[in-house]
C-alpha cells in the first residue's frame, strides 16, 4: 500500500513537473542535476499586458477580474501548446513566453503565430468591468499590446515548490520595453526579430 502511494505520488509529481518545465529541464532533474544553468544564443521572447488594467481593476468585483485573468490565460496556455512555445511566467496581467530554447530555427516564425493567435483569443474574453445593459463606450472585449524581441539569454531552474524555467538577460529587458511601447491589440517587434523573419522566409520556411 506504501509503495503503490509512493508510486502514485512519483506519476503525479512528474506530471506536474512536466506542465511548468520543459521537457528536457525535468529529464535532467530526474537524473539528480541539482543546479540547471543554460545559455541560449538565440531565442524569441514574447510579453504581453492587458491595456488599461489598472483602471479596469479598479472599478470591477475580485471574482469578475479572476474569471476575466483565467479565461485569458488558460487562452493562452493552449496556444503555447499549439505553437510549441514555453509559457515562462505571468505577474498580474503580464505573460511571458520564449520560443527557440530547442534550437528551432523558426523560432520567430511560431512566436509571431503565437501573438496573433493571442490577439484573436482577446475578442473572446469580455472586460470584467463591462456593464450588463451593454451601453459602455469602447470594445466589450479585453484589449492587449505585445511586444517581441530576439537574442541570446541565460536560463535555468529557480524554485523548489513550484520550480521555473526563469530566463535572464537584456534580451528579455528589451522584449519588456518593446511590449511597453507598442500598440493595442498589435504586435511590436524589434528589428532583431523582423531580420530572423526575414532569414527565415529567405531558408524556404
Known amino acids: 500500500s506504501d509503495l503503490v502511494s509512493l508510486a502514485v505520488d512519483t506519476v503525479r509529481s512528474e506530471m506536474v513537473l512536466r506542465k511548468i518545465l520543459p521537457e528536457h529541464v525535468t529529464n535532467r532533474l530526474k537524473q539528480g ?22 483602471e479596469m481593476t479598479a472599478k470591477s468585483p475580485p471574482k469578475r477580474v479572476i474569471r476575466m485573468l483565467n479565461q485569458l490565460f488558460s ?21 511571458m513566453v520564449v520560443s527557440g530554447h530547442d ?25 470584467p468591468d ?7 463606450q469602447g470594445p466589450s472585449h479585453v484589449q492587449i499590446r505585445i511586444g517581441v524581441h530576439s537574442g541570446p539569454v541565460f536560463a535555468g531552474v529557480v524554485g523548489v515548490k513550484v520550480p521555473r524555467y526563469t ?38 520556411g
Open 103 to 127: 534550437g528551432a530555427e523558426d523560432a520567430a516564425h511560431r512566436m509571431l503565430n503565437m501573438a496573433a493567435d493571442m490577439i484573436a483569443a482577446c475578442r473572446t474574453v469580455e472586460r
Open 33 to 54: 542535476q541539482q543546479l540547471i544553468v543554460d545559455k541560449h544564443s538565440d531565442v524569441t521572447v514574447l510579453f504581453s499586458d492587458i491595456v488599461g488594467y489598472t
Open 167 to 204: 530566463f535572464i538577460g537584456d534580451t528579455v529587458n528589451t522584449a519588456s520595453r518593446v511590449e511597453s511601447n507598442g500598440f493595442c491589440m498589435a504586435v511590436t517587434m524589434s528589428k532583431q526579430t523582423y531580420a530572423k523573419l526575414g532569414e527565415y522566409q529567405e531558408r524556404g
Open 75 to 95: 487562452a493562452f496556455d493552449t496556444l503555447c501548446d499549439k505553437h510549441q512555445v514555453i509559457k515562462v511566467e505571468t505577474i498580474g496581467d503580464a505573460y
Open 130 to 136: 463591462r456593464n450588463k445593459s451593454g451601453d459602455d
